[in-house]
């Protein structure tokens, strides 16, 4: 997102956008003028809350749920040796391990979308990613055996979740939330800011996830852009009690310009589209 500029603020909790962002808020400023913005980095993101500057009384509450951010990229993370995930992903294979609530709610909704999407949403497509390369974002083109090892590792029918907690029924079985950890955590935020009395705000992931709290006067405008177009948004759309999410594979894979095999292998499809 992109706002009306306003003074930088001494306050390191506040302050300028970053450059990352795919999504730019286009609003006016509510009577008060301005926008107070309170963000923070985590899961390899910034975190941020817009508030109208009427509301400003509830930087408090944003705060808050920044703290919680932190507290879910403590469950979540794969890079953090002490997550939640990372001691599934150590012992799940060989007995079952318990999770707290957060990371339990996380994989039934996880199986539900696998169920509900035919296996196109998977979170253990881990091995697969790291196959390709694009774990690290130094794209290959692996063997075919390579490709059959990894997906031999894929599946969420490979995941139990019972009264014990989760348990891989298969040797090398990895979980990994990126497709869905940035919007949980602001499923998350969002029901704690209105708790906390919030009624307007736009939350942001990286400025590729949103989750807009009411709507206020005007609702949210938001502009969708690329940064290899030039010349204005890709779209414009107005968000009141919504959510938005981009995702794309341009930058992965050996065709990461996108004209390579890169480009368009697919989990589903795993060689490329050319292979059928």
Known sequence: MSLAPIPPSPDPGLGLLSRR???SLRSRADESGFWVRVHRPAMACRFEITLPGEDSRHIQAAREALDEIDRLEDVLSVFRDTS?????NRA???RPVAVGRHLRTLLEQCQTLH????GAFDVTSTPLSRCWGFLRRQGRLPTAGAIEAARGSVGMTHVAL???GVRFTRPGVEVNFNAIGKGYALDRITELLRRRGVERALLSAGGSSLRAIGGGREDFAVDVRSGRVTGGPLARLRMREAALGTSGAGEH???HGGSGPG?????RHPRGSDDG
């Open 21 to 23: 962002e795919m999504f």
């Open 84 to 88: 939640e995930v990372a001691e599934v």
């Open 92 to 94: 799940a294979g060989e």
């Open 115 to 118: 169920r509900e999407t035919e």
């Open 162 to 164: 019972d009264d014990r």
């Open 253 to 255: 894979g050996p065709g």
């Open 263 to 267: 480009s368009r292998a697919g989990l």
